[in-house]
DNA sequence: CCTCTGCGAAGAGGA
């Protein structure tokens, strides 16, 4: 503190800032300032901000009578309600709101949950923790109940006096409402006997609500019209009609601040859509209403503890000396009342013990704690600890980069107009035919251009089927109306499946916007927190994942091979190589599990396909999941031909058209009624397939299975990976760790291993290693490429008709007459310069891409089919100034993608565009410094992999530099200048 | 510098 008393929060020099580009800044209603600077005085606190990424003109907030306290930090995006004077905002105790990072949205009850323990409410937005009871339903919840009773009465005037009975279709249950006479606002309160309310209609159920204005979200029980008759003196008043919400209780009827402060932010919310000032609290059980009555007061204390809330969220981890570590949290209450049932102790005293061991302890060490800490987390020692608190980090890190490149305030903070140039969003669609119930909350909803606004067309906006979409208004006051997935993109008309029936919205104009990204890394944490869990699954578990226990086998087959199932098994068998063999036998073996290195073109899926039909047919069930639904469904299509049952769980319209009939969907169409049929259906199949992340289905609430196998697993971070694992006594993990691991944007979190997968953590056992290394996709001189980069000529090929294949080219010779006469004509061209072009999107190079399609020509006229030719790249920027030039009828059914995309396929032909050209001392990209990914880049030809880049650059990149002495040692460079060169095999 | 797939969700209620 200075002379003056200023107590300088921010480390000097107080550097002058730029806005990162993902911050987007705005004055007017929705304003977004960016916090320039935080003074704090005794009593008050004066931020400067400034609404313009330009950083001036700047203004001032004075925030005082309690705001002072709000956790604002500089660089921090704050929202202003309320109104300022020349520049200055005054927020205080009677006028004004302060919002911190209102583009992140606060569910109405974790503001609510935070009253009492700020820590849970923290927690709890990290940690999903799976309720205690089943989570098979059937039944419909009270508010499809409600839902129901709204149909048959909408457009009825209740007439609620004192009290009036209402009849509930579905159920035929009574339920019996009495309506409490109530005034609408705080003075008229002494008088409340005598106003009269009565509900006339319900305008809707669960509305979804995005108020990006405070930073809220949540959903509506019900949105209630109202009227208010208030006598006075003997003679009538005209009636006031309101809107409020109303909030349904089906629980004891405590009348708690929780309950009531649900109800008071729900009239914060919807403020836009028809400024609610008080709300409604109804308990089903006794059939009581309490009025709730929004004051200033009650919504400026919820919008402060929102704002704590939101920065410890954001904050969960801090830098220190270049170094990220987990931030503390809210200290631990130790209120028995509260955290006796508190679902999240768990996580809580992990937390604890976890800052004690990364940070300096602090002052608790009362033996309340003391014993809590013991009773949660004594099972754990060190290292589990931390290996918990590591990948936490890991996960927040990448979820702050995640966060920062999420897109969805831009359906709030961006017009359609903008958004549309993104090709992220189809803004004036209106809907067109009627709302068509699909199944149980599944709207098929069709919409059109408004035709009075002369616009293109749909397909081009960059919106395509299976895309999530959000739908809001076109003016932005309904934001978040409804979620679902695209069906379909015509020109003219989009349809999509919504959670929300929006007919009557017919005129209203809309928007929908992709909703990419909004994942989290929510599965990634309740994994982490359920593997430090005091139970069987999780102590087996985290004792081979953790610890790295070593995997035990058996030795006898005969005792783990039923004897009714040997000869099945045995002919199953016959279609196999050696190392398949091996490794399912080692499978059968396993007592904790497998590792099946497939490496590429050995024929993985078939292996995975036949280990399924063995143990099916010992008897045991199997989990088969994948990360990606493709790679899932590729191994069903091939289990499908066999007479091996199984059941596809996932969402309809990710699952391959083929698979569908297996589906949990499609079965419960032909008829699931009641909970033990449905448990039937759940029961009935050895074999259930699905992705890491659908672990979260009722399913895995009961059933538990023999086998768990992790089809890519070696592209799996290791928090998913060991996911379908607690539902398993034995795994199998299938991966090459030489090909692509999983991606992590965030560069600190990649540095620190969060890279690492599961499969290459657990390689280090190479008694629980199977090798595949006989392939069949690649001819001998392509696989001696990936022999000498990656495999040290481990990779053989399965027959001599493998070795030797070659690309068949029934025109070549008139072609390469062409070819010379071209080479004689124009061979100064070859000596032009090849640089790559930087653009918005990412790197391209044009010269390249010319070539590719030069040589594209040149093979299809030679006679190649272009069906057989993949051409591949790292950089996606490129493959669209490759597909530019492939517009030409002659060139479809060219596949051009990115390394990544193209890892288990092959082609016949694989043209390999490098991009990589820079003038001397350019910054080398991440992307072909790994040498899995020039690894795949190369093991995707069958018959000919033509190579186009700049040596001279390239030999920059490790990997690739010894890939060129390779090909220069084995005189497969054809053809080099100085800026380009050509290598490729001989035909 | 730039590779990309996952996913329902806020809130239900027991003391």
């Known amino acids: 503190m200075d002379h003056d008393g200023v107590l300088v929060t921010q480390e000097k020099p107080k550097k002058p800032r730029k806005v990162p580009d993902h911050v987007i800044l705005s004055g007017g209603r929705n304003n977004r300032y960016w916090v320039l600077d935080v003074e704090e005085r005794p009593g008050h606190k004066t931020l400067t901000l400034t609404c313009s990424k330009s950083l001036h003109p700047t203004e001032t907030c004075l925030l005082k009578d309690g705001w002072e306290m709000t956790p604002v930090r500089r660089g921090d995006v704050v929202h202003l309600e309320g109104h300022s004077e020349g520049a200055s905002w005054v927020v205080d105790r009677e006028q004004g709101f302060l919002v911190l990072l209102p583009d992140s949205l606060i569910s109405g009850t974790s503001i609510s949950s935070s009253i009492r323990c700020m820590r849970r409410a923290v927690l709890g937005d990290m940690f999903k923790v799976k309720s205690f009871t089943n989570t098979i339903t059937i039944t419909p919840c009270l508010f499809m109940l409600v839902g129901c009773f709204v149909d048959c009465f909408t457009g009825l005037r209740l007439m609620l006096v004192h009290s009036v009975t209402l009849y509930c279709a579905s159920s035929r249950e009574l339920l019996q409402l009495k309506i409490f006479l109530w005034g609408h606002c705080l003075s008229c309160r002494g008088q409340d006997s005598a106003a009269v309310v009565m509900v006339t209609e319900l305008a809707d159920i669960e509305e979804n609500v995005w108020s990006p204005r405070f930073g809220l979200k949540g959903k509506i029980d019900v949105t209630a019209r109202i009227r208010i008759q208030r006598p006075r003196n003997g003679s009538h008043r005209t009636p006031e009609e309101k809107t409020v919400p109303l909030e349904l209780k089906t629980g004891k009827e405590s009348n708690s601040i929780e309950h009531r402060s649900q109800v008071i932010l729900y009239t914060l919310m919807s403020l836009e859509r028809y400024n609610p000032e008080a709300g409604l609290l109804l308990y089903l059980k006794t059939g009581n209403l309490h009025p709730v009555v929004a004051s200033h007061m009650d919504r400026r204390e919820l919008l402060k503890l929102r704002n704590t809330l939101v920065h410890h969220i954001h904050n969960c981890v801090e830098k220190e000396a270049e170094r990220s570590r987990l931030s503390r949290l809210p200290d631990i209450l130790t209120n028995r009342q509260t955290c006796q049932y508190c679902p999240q102790t768990r996580n809580c005293a992990l937390y604890e013990r976890i800052s004690k061991f990364i940070q300096i302890s602090a002052d608790v060490s009362e033996d309340v704690v003391h014993d809590f800490l013991q009773q949660e987390t004594g099972h754990l020692r060190p290292p589990h600890l931390s290996y918990f608190s590591h990948w936490m980090l890991l996960c927040f890190l990448e979820a702050s980069t995640m966060e920062a490149k999420n897109g969805r305030k831009r359906v709030w903070l961006q017009t359609a107009e903008e958004s549309e140039k993104n090709g992220s969003c189809v803004g004036n669609v209106q809907l067109s035919g009627p709302v068509m119930v699909q199944s149980e909350g599944v709207f098929l909803h069709r919409f059109q251009r408004n035709i009075a606004v002369p616009q293109k067309g749909l397909t081009t906006s960059g919106l395509a089927s299976g895309d999530r979409v959000v739908v809001s208004d076109q003016e932005g006051l309904l934001v978040g109306l409804a979620t679902g997935y695209l069906c379909e993109v015509s020109r003219t008309s989009i349809s999509c499946t919504l959670d929300r029936d929006l007919s009557k919205f017919s005129g209203v104009l809309f928007r929908l916007d992709s909703d990419e990204g909004v994942v989290g890394l929510s599965t990634h944490l309740t994994n982490l927190s359920r593997l430090m869990e005091n139970c069987q699954d999780s102590d087996r578990l ?14 006898n087959l005969s005792s783990v091979l039923p004897r009714e199932a040997k000869d099945t098994v045995a002919n199953i068998l016959k279609g196999l190589n050696k190392p398949q063999k091996q490794a399912m036998k080692k499978v059968l073996l396993s007592l904790d599990y497998t590792l099946i290195v497939g490496m590429p073109g050995t024929g993985k899926t078939t292996t995975i396909c036949t280990l399924v039909r063995i143990l099916h047919a010992c008897g045991f069930s199997v989990l088969l999941t994948s990360y990606t639904h493709s790679a899932v469904d590729n191994i069903l ?8 049952g199984f059941l596809r769980l996932g969402q309809g319209q990710k ?5 569908l009939p297996y589906t949990e969907e499609s079965m419960r169409k032909k008829g699931v009624h009641t909970l033990s049929e449905l448990e039937q259906l759940y029961n009935k199949e050895l074999v259930v397939a699905t992705t890491c992340m659908g672990i979260k289905h009722p399913i895995f609430t009961r059933r538990r299975f023999d086998f768990c196998i992790v089809d890519e697993a070696s592209q799996i971070s290791q928090p998913i990976c060991m996911g379908p694992l607690f539902y398993a006594k034995k795994f199998v993990l299938v991966g090459d760790h030489q090909q692509l691991p999983p991606i992590v944007q965030n560069q600190e979190a990649r540095s620190l291993g969060m890279d690492e997968s599961l499969f290459k953590r657990l390689e280090l056992h190479s008694e629980a290693v199977v090798q595949l290394n006989v392939q069949y996709r690649m ?9 000498s980069l990656m495999y040290e000529g481990q990779l053989e090929c399965g027959s001599e008709r493998t070795a030797t294949a070659l690309l068949s080219l029934p025109f070549l010779i008139s072609v390469q007459s062409e070819l010379s006469s071209y080479s004689e004509t124009e061979p100064q061209h070859d000596l032009v310069p090849a640089l790559e072009s930087v653009e918005q999107g990412g790197i391209s190079n044009h010269t390249e891409a010319a070539l590719i399609h030069k040589l594209l ?4 006229k030679a006679g190649c089919k272009p069906s057989d030719i993949g051409v591949i790249a790292p950089y996606r920027q490129q493959l669209k100034s490759i597909s530019a030039l492939l517009q030409s009828s002659a060139f479809t059914g060219v596949e051009v993608n990115t390394v990544d995309r193209y890892q288990g396929r092959d082609k016949s032909l694989i043209i390999l565009s490098f991009v990589r050209s820079t003038a001397e001392e350019g ?9 899995r990914r020039l690894n795949v880049a190369i093991t995707r030809a069958k018959h000919k992999l033509l190579m186009v880049g700049s040596v001279t650059t390239l030999r920059r990149y490790a990997p690739v530099e010894k890939l060129l002495n390779h090909l220069q040692r084995e005189n497969m460079i054809s053809f080099q200048s100085a800026h380009k060169a050509l290598p490729s095999i001989p035909l």
């Not at 910054?923 to 040498?931: I, N, Q, S």
């Open 637 to 644: 299509l091939k289990l499908k031909r066999f007479r091996v």
């Open 542 to 555: 985290r004792e081979l994942v953790v610890d790295l226990r070593p995997p035990e086998f058996i030795f």
């Open 779 to 787: 001819n001998r001189q392509i696989m001696s490429l990936s022999n």
């Open 655 to 659: 699952v391959h058209p083929d698979i």
């Open 857 to 860: 020509s040149l093979l299809i």
């Open 923 to 931: 910054t080398l990209g991440e992307l072909l410094k790994d040498w």
